[in-house]
């Protein structure tokens, strides 16, 4: 399949841009493939209401197909039609939240087919914050299935390049944007709302504490750190391999003259053996390494730095082709939560407690 790269330029024009977003609209209904950028990472968009196109979204994704879609919407009217009711809940978080990286599952209605969810009688829906998501879900006829848009278990891809590296040949076409600088980089929060408490099924930019300000109660799922526990995950996509470099990466966690000191040794090793290394820092830290490819995620007090870098790293690693991989651990607070969440799959929870 010939992949149709569409650059949309910053300063272009409201009309041309809009005239290539009619024509990726266009290939949505027709049943085809569209990658397009959100506020988190590049999603890989289909119409969500044709079971073929979800059909060709996993074929495209060389994903597992019990694993849901996230339906896309850009208006509050087209929700009510594709879940069963709005509850009271979901219509506050909406009014705090979207647009923005929020995703809330609710009861499926009929249109939606099993294909889009899983299997599932429940779906996922989100209103994403980028302003040419926007216009490109409206042009799509309201509702687009994606999940995000790089190959089954490679992390998730924040810029139209690594799109490209996974997607061409596979899908019809790629909508080459800037994502702007209020990127955040990881995906967005899932919070259950068909439970009675609604229930945080993967932590992102919009915290827990975010939520419950907003409606109160809210719980997180046991799964969501705790690798060792017996449980499967709620969310059917947490119990596959993410996010992961071709590499192997270790999380270390102490203090910070001990971290420097064990990544230091480590390096050194797999140097002697001719074996490449990396290290992920905080900027206050990141001096201190040595190894053959060092990524200043920003301050230690700044998470939404390293939210937005993280993706990154683990994709530049692969194209250096480092082996070894060394990563700071960070505070899990905030956002910081989410980034742990990523990082320890990338590391398959491998970290080493000094
Ligand atoms: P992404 O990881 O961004 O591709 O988003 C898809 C993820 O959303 C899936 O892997 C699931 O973890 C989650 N998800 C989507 N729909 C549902 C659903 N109905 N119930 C639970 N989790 C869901
Ligand atoms: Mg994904």
Not at 54 to 64: D, L, S, T, V
Not at 151 to 174: E, F
Not at 321 to 327: D, R
Request: include cysteine.
């Amino acid at each position: 399949m010939k992949t149709q790269i569409v650059s949309l330029v910053w300063g272009e024009d409201k009309e041309s841009k809009h005239a290539k977003l009619a024509q990726a609209g266009e290939v949505i209904k027709n049943g085809g493939l569209v990658a397009f950028p959100t506020e988190t990472v590049y999603g890989l968009g289909g119409d969500a209401l044709n079971a073929e196109s979800a059909k060709k979204i996993y074929a495209a994704k060389g994903r597992p197909s019990d694993n849901p879609l996230i339906v896309h919407i850009a208006d509050m009217e087209h929700l009510e039609k594709i879940v069963r009711e709005v509850p009271e809940n979901v219509r506050k978080l909406a009014k705090a939240f979207w647009p923005g990286p929020l995703t809330m599952i609710m009861k499926k209605s009929d249109i939606v087919p099993y294909q889009t969810t899983g299997g599932l009688d429940t779906v996922a829906v989100r209103m994403p914050g980028h302003p040419i998501a926007l216009i490109f879900i409206r042009e799509s006829g309201g509702y687009v299935a994606a999940p995000s848009a790089n190959l089954s278990g490679k992390p998730s891809p924040t810029t139209a390049k690594y799109v490209i590296q996974d997607m061409d040949g596979r899908i019809d076409m790629i909508l080459d944007a800037y994502m702007g600088s209020e990127n955040i980089g990881i995906e967005s929060t899932i919070v259950d709302m068909t439970s009675e408490i609604p229930m945080i099924l993967r932590p992102g930019y919009i915290t827990q504490e975010m939520i419950s300000s907003i409606i109160g109660k809210t719980d997180t799922d046991v799964t969501i750190f705790d690798n060792a526990s017996n449980e499967p995950p709620k969310a059917p996509g947490m119990k596959y391999r993410h996010y992961a470099p071709k590499g192997e990466l270790v999380i270390v966690e102490g203090e910070p003259q001990k971290v420097v000191n064990y990544i230091n040794e480590q390096t050194k090793l797999h140097a002697q053996k001719g074996e490449k290394t990396g290290v992920i820092g905080t900027s206050e830290m990141i001096r201190n390494y040595q190894a053959d490819s060092i990524k200043d995620a920003g301050r230690h007090d700044d998470m939404l730095s390293v939210a937005g870098r993280l993706y990154t790293f683990l994709r530049e690693f692969d194209d250096e082709n480092i082996a070894y991989m060394y990563s700071e651990s960070f505070a899990s607070e905030g956002v910081g939560q989410a980034v742990m969440n990523r990082l320890l799959k990338a590391a398959g929870h491998r970290c080493v407690k000094l």
